[in-house]
């Protein structure tokens, strides 16, 4: 086992806020950060975004680059701990030690990343850069939540009129760090003079929840959505793929994208059935954007819990993979949530952290190496296995495999996939993607009874999005088939027999 190195506490000047603060919000909390392996150099002064668009970006041609995929930047700021829940409140869900326990576990592979200094990062502007997504009274709001410091956590949270978060004066802080991070990941893939084109920002509170005018499910700024619509603004991308495969649907990112025509939002989530419906309640297959844009915003939406991996890998050999190879984003970015993983507090979803490796990896044959890519972590609660899943997608991310240690819950995800490199592969980009997933779900199956098993309520649940997007005339040249009903009736009837 690696020896696990200290590290000193984090330096509050560095940091803004002052001792106390730290102590008042935290209790026994430690924040820690841990040292660049090269000096961060001064700001002289701190650039804003609008500089390095004119100066740099302007210049960012939207072809091929042919350079060999080198390490991952990665950003992460210990400033963003400082939302945390108030001392006395019971212990939350969405808590400082996610981001916290994510970024040590990757620092155990230093030779993954290009750290970014948090210092020289471009200051977003609340009035243009963040007005792409939220309104202006909502975005006061949100500012003058740190002039409110004599109020309580709960008086704060009352001006919200929600009880899904909670606030503190350093609320609005975190988040508008969370957002510049996630910012500047996509500014430094899709740049002319790019190192690498894939970034992770390891950012809270997250973002997909929050609304124009609304926060909600612990989220405050939608920072995917922003990023995307930036990207757009300062022609960085001319079109945008955002794919949400937290378990909980994205709501707020489809409503700041739904009638976008340069912005596909494609997202995997629970729904329910019936009247027990799952948070947020949203994202319908038959929600499929408007105007210009109907046929960019696709749910798929699953009725029932207990979701795996085969369900994953077959929900991106049948829908997500041809989408994005139809689309042809210049940049895609992730909203990475782990709560679909197996043992998470909230999901009831069965996912390996492995999974994440797996679906990240077919992403990327299928987009190749010139796409941008930014991996924004969003919900996930479990301490323990987050970690282990965004380490699986950094290794995908780096072009790397998984360690064989890290497979030991899923030896299928070792072997099979060692098996599929000894067949020929096709060429095109959307067969390689399948390629990496056909252990769990063969695409190329002749026969239908055999081309996987899967857990009872996934088939109807992918069909019902597949018939949504075929209606759509923009997807009416994408082979998307329908699933062999009768694979999940062999499923249940084997299961019964267990």
Not at 132 to 161: M, P, R, T, W
Not at 380 to 391: E, F
Not at 458 to 467: A, G, H, M
Request: with cysteine.
């Amino acid at each position: 086992m690696a020896q696990q190195t200290e590290f000193p506490p984090i330096d509050l000047a560095q940091a803004s806020v002052e001792d106390a603060a730290i102590e008042d919000i935290f209790g026994n909390l430690t924040i820690t950060t841990i040292p660049s392996q090269t000096p961060t150099p001064t700001p002289t002064p701190t650039p804003t975004v609008h500089d390095l668009v004119g100066a740099e970006l302007s210049a960012v041609q939207l072809t091929s680059f042919t350079s060999p995929q080198k390490k991952v930047h990665l950003f992460y700021d210990p400033r963003t701990l400082l939302h945390a829940p108030p001392r006395g409140v019971g212990t939350e869900l969405e808590r400082p030690e996610r981001a916290e326990n994510i970024y040590r576990e990757l620092r155990l592979t230093p030779h993954l990343f290009y750290e970014i200094p948090n210092l020289t990062i471009p200051k977003l502007d609340i009035s243009n850069d963040l007005a792409v997504c939220h309104s202006k009274e909502y975005l006061a709001k949100l500012n003058n939540i740190k002039n409110l410091s004599l109020l309580g956590c709960q008086d704060l949270e009352k001006l919200f009129d929600v009880n899904d978060i909670y606030i503190n004066k350093s609320t609005f802080e975190s988040s508008l760090i969370s957002t510049q991070g996630v910012v500047e990941c996509v500014r430094l893939v899709q740049s002319k003079n790019q190192k690498s084109r894939r970034a992770i920002a390891v950012v809270r509170p997250p973002g997909h929840h929050a609304c124009a005018n609304e926060a909600s499910g612990f989220c405050f700024l939608n920072h995917v959505a922003i990023a995307a619509k930036l990207a757009v603004r300062d022609n960085l991308a001319r079109k945008v793929m955002i794919i949400d495969w937290d378990i909980h649907h994205g709501n707020g990112t489809q409503a700041l994208t739904y009638d976008d025509p340069n912005i596909c939002f494609l997202s995997l989530h629970r729904f329910g059935t019936g009247s027990r419906f799952f948070y947020p309640g949203s994202g319908l297959p038959s929600e499929l954007g408007s105007g210009r844009a109907e046929g960019m915003n696709v749910n798929v939406a699953f009725d029932n819990k207990r979701m795996d991996d085969s369900c994953y890998a077959c929900a991106f050999s049948e829908i997500v993979l041809p989408i994005a190879n139809e689309i042809r984003p210049d940049l895609v970015i992730i909203s990475s949530g782990f709560d679909a993983v197996e043992n998470d507090l909230i999901g009831d979803c069965n996912l390996s952290p492995e999974m994440y490796h797996l679906m990240t990896k077919s992403l990327l044959e299928v987009l190749g190496d010139d796409v941008g890519v930014v991996v924004s972590l969003e919900g996930g609660y479990n301490l323990d296995v987050i970690p282990k899943c965004m380490r699986a997608v950094a290794f995908a991310l780096h072009k790397s495999e998984l360690p064989e240690s890290d497979s030991q819950s899923n030896t299928s995800f070792v072997n099979q996939n060692r098996k599929s490199k000894s067949k020929s592969i096709s060429n095109s980009k959307l067969e390689s993607g399948r390629q990496v997933l056909k252990h769990l779900w063969n695409y190329e199956e002749e026969n239908e009874r055999k081309r996987g098993t899967l857990v009872k309520g996934c088939v109807p649940s992918l069909n019902k999005s597949i018939s949504a997007l075929n209606k759509i005339r923009m997807w009416k040249r994408t082979p998307l088939r329908k699933i062999f009903e009768q694979i999940d009736e062999r499923c249940l009837r084997s299961t019964k027999q267990k």
